[in-house]
T-cell receptor, first 113, second 118 residues
Framework: NAGVTQTPKFQVLKTGQSMTLQCAQD?????MSWYRQDPGMGLRLIHY???????DQGEVPNGYNVSRSTTEDFPLRLLSAAPSQTSVYFC????????????FGPGTRLTVL | AQSVTQLGSHVSVSEGALVLLRCNYS??????LFWYVQYPNQGLQLLLK??????LVKGINGFEAEFKKSETSFHLTKPSAHMSDAAEYFC????????????????FGSGTRLLVRP
């Protein structure tokens, strides 16, 4: 099992550009989520999905879109990048929504100039 | 609303000393509580979790945590620190959806960086 994979590992964007962060898992987990990690703020939930075709907003959803067409994939789209979106992004998946262990990907470090 | 407070952004201990990382939570319904560890340039991995069974929870690498409802705390301890324990530790809380709020959120604390001195 590869677990949770994320691409790219690093990305530099200019303000206003768009891009998609990819996330895939091979554990057949129904629940997937995206977090951003900023110094001194822990991890904040951006969007999550409880199954294919079902997504919902987390704490900080503005400026991001998600879709879940398959169980395996959960891409995160930045519509028009802003410097405030400079962060490390983590994707995670779990078997259960509330009690389950979340398995994290290695992260994507994004810089917006 | 749920929240998590981790006291101390940095904790420094000597190798072999007791490790104590503090976590307090607030939740209007019985919580589920987690400790995750993040090594440099890696994602998070689960250390242990409390899901309303035993209040003393044992995790990996010799860590344990005790759920104290009266103190709304879930502090992480390890009797003897090892150099390999140097990492950032995150406490997190979730809870079952309720009639008032059917959403799911796992709320993380701001993290505590553990430094281990030789």
């Amino acid at each position: 099992n590869a677990g949770v994979t994320q691409t790219p590992k690093f990305q530099v964007l200019k303000t206003g550009q768009s891009m998609t962060l990819q996330c895939a898992q091979d554990m057949n987990h129904e629940y997937m989520s995206w977090y951003r990690q900023d110094p001194g703020m822990g991890l904040r939930l951006i969007h999550y999905s409880v199954g294919a075709g079902i997504t919902d907003q987390g704490e900080v959803p503005n400026g991001y879109n998600v879709s879940r067409s398959t169980t395996e994939d959960f891409p995160l789209r930045l519509l028009s990048a802003a410097p405030s979106q400079t962060s490390v992004y983590f994707c995670a998946s779990s078997y259960s929504t509330v009690q389950g262990t979340q398995y994290f990907g290695p992260g994507t470090r994004l810089t917006v100039l | 609303a749920q929240s998590v407070t981790q006291l101390g952004s940095h904790v420094s201990v000597s190798e072999g000393a007791l490790v104590l990382l503090r976590c307090n939570y607030s939740s209007s319904v019985p919580p589920y509580l987690f400790w995750y560890v993040q090594y440099p340039n890696q994602g998070l991995q689960l250390l242990l979790k409390y899901t309303s069974a035993a209040t003393l929870v044992k995790g990996i690498n010799g860590f344990e945590a005790e759920f104290k409802k009266s103190e709304t705390s879930f502090h992480l301890t390890k009797p003897s620190a090892h150099m390999s324990d140097a990492a950032e530790y995150f406490c997190a809380v979730s809870r079952q959806p309720t009639g008032m709020d059917s959403s799911y959120k796992l709320i993380f604390g701001s993290g505590t960086r553990l430094l281990v001195r030789p």
